[in-house]
C-alpha cells in the first residue's frame, strides 16, 4: 500500500467535486458535490493519519463530516426555501444579488 | 487640647455652613447652632487656657539678640527639624518619634514632654546652661502642629497652629466675647429679616478671628485676616436696603483692602528675606539673629504697619471705623472688642520680631509704630467729643485706644500693649452691648435727641455701663487702670518721654469724654419719646458678665501677681529682650489723676455747667476748630474728592484712550488679520484642498463601483469559480517561489 494510491483517489475526488460545484444547475447537486470535495480531504486526512501510525488524522476526519452535516443542513434548508420562492432550483436563475 | 487647637477656628466654620443651609427650618432660626458651636469653642478655648496655664514653664530661650546669632540661628534650625519630625501629622506617630531621639540622646528629658513632639527638639538646647549676660525666666514651650497644605516648586507651605499664650489669650477672649455677642443677639435682632444669616456671618467672622490668631504662618493669618474683611463687609452692610449702610460697608471694606495691599506686601518681602519660609518662629527668629538684612526688614515692616494702619482704624485710615456703625450694635461690639480691629495689634505682636528689628524699637527716641499709635490716640479722642451719636462716641474711643495698644507695642511695652487688648476686650464689648441695650429700649443711637435720664429706667444697663466707662477712664482698680499704666511705664521706661505725655493726656481726654457720653445718655431729663424700660435677660446677661471681667481682669498683671505676662510672653519677646519695668507709684498716682481729672472737669462741663460755654459762638478760632473736628479732620473729604475724584478723571480719560485707541486697535487689527486668514482658508484650503479631496473620494469610489460591478453577477457559482481560480493561483505561487 502507498500513500500516493489514497493521495491520487482524493485528487480525483475532489476534482469531480470542483467539477460539479462549479458547472452544475442542480442546486442539491452543487451541495452533493461540496460532500464529495470535503471527503476527498477526508481521505487525505486518513491516510495521512495512518501514515505517520496517529489518531489525529481520523479524529479530524470526524470533525469534518460532522461540520458537513450541519453545513449540508443549512444548504438544504436554503435550497428548499429558493424551491418554494422560484419553483425551481437552477442555481443559474437566482441572481437577486446582481450589482 | 492645645495640640487640637485647630478644633477651635473649625467648630464656628462649621457652624457657619449649618445655619445657612438648615438654619430657616429650626425652631430658633438658627442662633441655636451659633450659641451651640461657639459655646463649644468657648469651653475648648477655657480648656487650653487651663491647660496653658498649667504648663510646665520648663523652656528658657536661648538669650537675646545679636550677641548670639549662633544660639539663635540654632534654634531656628531646630523649629525646621522638628516641624519636618511632625509633618507626618499623626500625633502618636511624632510623638513616637520624638521619644525615640531622646532615648539616643545622653542628657535625660523627662518622659512626659514627649507630646510636645513638636519643640522637643529644642528641649536639650534649654537644659543647657545658657551663657546670656542676664537671667531669663523660664517660660511655657509653646505647642506647633503643622500639616503640608500644598507643595510649590519645592517650596512646602504648611497649615498649621501654633498656640502660645498670645494666641490662647486671644482665642478665649474671642470665644468669650463672640458668645455674649450672640446670646446679645438673639434679643437684640429679634425680628430681622435676615436673622439667619445674621448669625451665619456672625459665627464665620469669629471663625476667621480664630483662624487667625492660632495660625502658624502668614499665609494662614492673611487667610484669616481677609476672612473678617468678607465678614465685617457682610455684617456691616447687614442693612443694605439702606444707601448709607451699604456705602459704610464699601468704605470699610476699601479702606482695610487698602491697608491688606501692605499685608500682601510684607508677607511677600518675609517670605523671600526669610528663605522661603512663611513659618512665623522662623521669621521672627531670623528677623531677631540678623540673617534678614534690615533693608528688608524695614521695607517689611512698613508694608505691615500699613495692613496695621487699614485694619485696627489707626490714623490716617481710621475713617472706616466709625462708619462702621452702620451695622447692627452686636456687630459693633464683636468688631471692636475681639475682632477686625485688634487683628492689626495683633499682628504687630505677633511678628514682632520684625518690627522690633526694623524700628529698633528698644532704643527709644521716636519710631513710626509708636508715632502712628499715638497720633491715633489724641485724634480720635478729640473726635470723640462732638459726636452726638453714642456708638460713635465708643467707635472714636475705640480708636483712641487701638492707639494705645499700637504706642505700647512701638515703645516696646509688649506685653503692656496685649495686657490692654485684653482688658480693652471686655469693657468696650460691655459698652458697646450696652449702648445696644440702650438703643434696644429707645429706638435710637442719638444722645442729644433721645436719651437722658436713662439711669432710673434702666438700672442694669446704667450699672454696667458705668463700670465699663470708669474702666476705660483709667480709675484703680478697674481694668483699664492696670493696662493703661503699664502702658505708660513702659513708655516712660524705654526711653520714650513723648508718648508717656501723649499718654496721659489720652487718659484725660478718655475720662472726659466718656463723662460726657454717660452724662447725657443717663443723667438728666429724657429728651426721647416712649417709656424707656430695661431689656430682658438675654440682654443684661452678657452685660453683667463683661461688668465682672471688665472690674476683675485688671488684676491679672498687677504688681507683685503678674501672672498675665508670666502666661503671654512668648518666645520672641524674650529673645527680643523686652524690657521690664517696675510699677511706679508716682506715675500710677499721675496716670489716675489725669483719669479723674478728666472724669471731674467732663462733669464739671456737662453737668454743672461750669466752664466757658457757646464759645463756638463767641469766638471764630473756636467754631473753626468745632467745624474741623466735626468733619473729622476733613480726612474723608480728603479721600473722596482729592483722591478719589482727583484719580477718577485722568484715570477714566486715560481708559477711555486706551480703550478706543489700543484695545479696539488690537481688537480691530485681530479681526482684519483673521478676515485675510479665513479668506485665504476658504478659498485655497476648504474649496480646493478639502473639497477636492472629499469630491475625489466620491468620484473614485463611483468609477471603481461602476468597473466592478460587472463582476458582482449574483450567481453563487461564478463567485465559487473565482475562489478556485483564486485559491489555484496562489497555491500555484506557493508551489513555484516557496
Excluded at chain 2, 480664630?210 to 492673611?222: D, F, K, P, R
Excluded at chain 2, 485694619?311 to 462702621?324: I, V
Excluded at chain 2, 445718655?521 to 431689656?535: A, D, K, L, V
Excluded at chain 2, 529682650?577 to 510699677?583: D, K, M, P, Q
Aim: aromatic letters at 10%.
Amino acid at each position: 500500500m502507498y500513500l500516493n494510491q489514497f493521495l491520487l483517489l482524493a485528487a480525483f475526488l475532489f476534482c469531480v467535486g470542483v467539477y460539479g460545484v462549479l458547472a452544475r444547475k442542480n442546486g442539491v447537486l452543487v451541495l452533493m458535490s461540496v460532500e464529495l470535495i470535503l471527503n476527498a480531504v477526508n481521505v487525505n486526512l486518513v491516510a495521512f493519519g495512518a501514515f505517520h501510525n496517529t489518531v489525529v488524522g481520523q479524529v479530524f476526519a470526524l470533525f469534518v463530516i460532522a461540520i458537513a452535516a450541519a453545513e449540508v443542513g443549512v444548504g438544504l434548508a436554503i435550497v428548499l426555501l429558493i424551491y418554494r420562492n422560484k419553483q425551481s432550483i437552477d442555481l443559474s436563475e437566482v441572481d437577486l444579488m446582481k450589482g | 487640647m492645645l495640640r487640637n487647637a485647630f478644633l477651635i477656628p473649625l467648630l464656628p466654620v462649621v457652624s457657619f455652613a449649618l445655619i445657612l443651609f438648615f438654619g430657616k427650618r429650626l425652631p430658633g432660626k438658627g442662633h441655636e447652632i451659633g450659641i451651640l458651636f461657639v459655646g463649644g469653642a468657648f469651653v475648648l478655648s477655657s480648656i487650653c487656657a487651663v491647660q496653658w496655664i498649667s504648663r510646665p514653664a520648663d523652656y528658657t530661650v536661648p538669650a537675646a539678640g545679636h550677641a548670639e546669632e549662633s544660639a539663635a540661628a540654632a534654634e531656628g534650625d531646630h523649629a525646621e527639624e522638628s516641624a519636618a519630625a511632625a509633618e507626618g501629622d499623626h500625633a502618636e506617630e511624632s510623638a513616637a518619634a520624638a521619644e525615640g531621639d531622646h532615648a539616643e540622646e545622653p542628657t535625660a528629658v523627662s518622659e512626659d514632654h514627649a507630646e510636645e513632639s513638636a519643640t522637643a527638639g529644642a528641649v536639650s538646647e534649654g537644659e543647657e546652661p545658657t551663657e546670656g549676660e542676664h537671667e531669663v525666666e523660664p517660660i511655657r514651650r509653646p505647642v506647633d502642629r503643622q500639616v503640608t497644605w500644598f507643595e510649590s516648586g519645592g517650596v512646602e507651605i504648611k497649615a498649621g497652629t501654633h498656640m502660645d499664650g498670645l494666641s490662647v489669650m486671644l482665642v478665649f477672649v474671642v470665644t468669650l466675647i463672640s458668645l455674649l455677642v450672640h446670646v446679645f443677639s438673639t434679643n437684640y435682632m429679634h425680628d430681622d429679616r435676615r436673622y439667619t444669616h445674621f448669625f451665619a456671618a456672625l459665627s464665620l467672622f469669629t471663625a476667621g478671628m480664630l483662624v487667625m490668631v492660632t495660625s502658624s504662618n502668614t499665609l494662614q493669618l492673611l487667610f484669616g485676616w481677609e476672612m473678617m474683611g468678607l465678614c465685617s463687609f457682610m455684617l456691616i452692610g447687614h442693612w443694605w436696603e439702606e444707601k448709607n449702610n451699604s456705602d459704610a460697608a464699601l468704605k470699610a471694606f476699601f479702606t482695610t483692602r487698602t491697608g491688606d495691599i501692605g499685608l500682601l506686601v510684607g508677607i511677600s518681602i518675609l517670605f523671600f528675606a526669610a528663605g522661603q519660609t512663611f513659618d512665623i518662629a522662623t521669621i521672627n527668629d531670623q528677623a531677631l539673629s540678623g540673617a534678614i538684612g534690615h533693608a528688608a526688614l524695614l521695607a517689611a515692616a512698613a508694608a505691615l504697619l500699613c495692613a496695621v494702619i487699614g485694619k485696627s482704624a489707626q490714623f490716617p485710615l481710621h475713617t472706616w471705623l466709625p462708619d462702621a456703625m452702620a451695622g447692627p450694635t452686636p456687630v459693633s461690639a464683636l468688631i471692636h472688642a475681639a475682632t477686625m480691629v485688634v487683628a492689626g495689634v495683633y499682628l504687630i505682636a505677633r511678628l514682632y520680631g520684625v518690627f522690633w528689628q526694623a524700628f529698633d524699637i528698644g532704643g527709644g527716641g521716636i519710631n513710626p509704630v509708636a508715632l502712628v499709635g499715638g497720633i491715633t490716640i489724641l485724634i480720635a479722642a478729640a473726635l470723640a467729643f462732638v459726636q452726638s451719636d453714642i456708638k460713635k462716641v465708643l467707635a472714636y474711643s475705640t480708636v483712641s485706644q487701638l492707639g494705645y495698644m499700637v504706642m505700647a507695642l512701638g515703645v516696646g511695652a509688649w506685653t503692656a500693649g496685649i495686657f490692654h487688648l485684653f482688658t480693652h476686650a471686655f469693657f468696650k464689648g460691655l459698652l458697646f452691648l450696652g449702648a445696644g441695650s440702650v438703643s434696644h429700649s429707645v429706638h435710637s443711637f442719638d444722645m442729644k435727641k433721645d436719651m437722658g435720664g436713662l439711669k432710673n429706667t434702666m438700672p442694669i444697663t446704667y450699672r454696667t455701663f458705668l463700670v465699663g466707662s470708669v474702666a476705660l477712664a483709667g480709675v484703680p482698680p478697674l481694668a483699664g487702670f492696670w493696662s493703661k499704666d503699664e502702658i505708660l511705664v513702659g513708655a516712660s521706661g524705654n526711653g520714650y518721654p513723648l508718648f508717656l505725655v501723649i499718654g496721659l493726656i489720652g487718659a484725660f481726654m478718655t475720662a472726659c469724654y466718656m463723662t460726657r457720653c454717660v452724662y447725657l445718655t443717663f443723667f438728666g431729663e429724657f429728651r426721647g419719646h416712649g417709656h424707656p424700660h430695661e431689656s430682658p435677660k438675654a440682654i443684661t446677661g452678657p452685660l453683667v458678665i463683661l461688668a465682672g471681667f471688665s472690674v476683675f481682669a485688671g488684676f491679672l498683671n498687677a504688681p507683685g501677681i503678674e501672672l498675665f505676662s508670666k502666661w503671654t510672653e512668648n518666645t520672641t519677646v524674650i529673645a527680643a529682650g523686652v524690657a521690664h519695668h517696675e510699677f511706679s507709684i508716682p506715675l500710677a498716682f499721675v496716670g489716675t489723676l489725669m483719669g479723674v481729672l478728666g472724669i471731674a472737669a467732663g462733669w464739671a462741663y456737662y453737668a454743672r455747667n461750669l466752664g466757658p460755654h457757646r464759645l463756638t459762638q463767641r469766638s471764630r478760632p473756636a467754631l473753626a476748630g468745632y467745624r474741623f473736628l466735626e468733619n473729622k479732620y476733613f480726612l474723608d473729604r480728603l479721600y473722596t474728592d482729592m483722591v478719589v475724584g482727583g484719580i477718577k478723571g485722568p484715570v477714566a480719560r486715560a481708559t477711555y484712550w486706551i480703550n478706543q485707541n489700543v484695545i479696539d486697535g488690537v481688537l480691530n487689527g485681530t479681526a482684519a488679520v483673521s478676515r485675510a486668514v479665513a479668506n485665504f482658508t476658504y478659498d485655497v484650503v476648504d474649496q480646493k484642498l478639502v473639497d477636492g479631496a472629499v469630491n475625489g473620494a466620491g468620484v473614485g469610489a463611483e468609477e471603481g463601483g461602476s468597473v466592478l460591478r460587472v463582476l458582482q453577477t449574483g450567481r453563487v457559482q461564478q463567485y465559487a469559480a473565482f475562489l478556485f481560480g483564486a485559491v489555484v493561483l496562489m497555491g500555484g505561487a506557493l508551489v513555484l517561489f516557496a
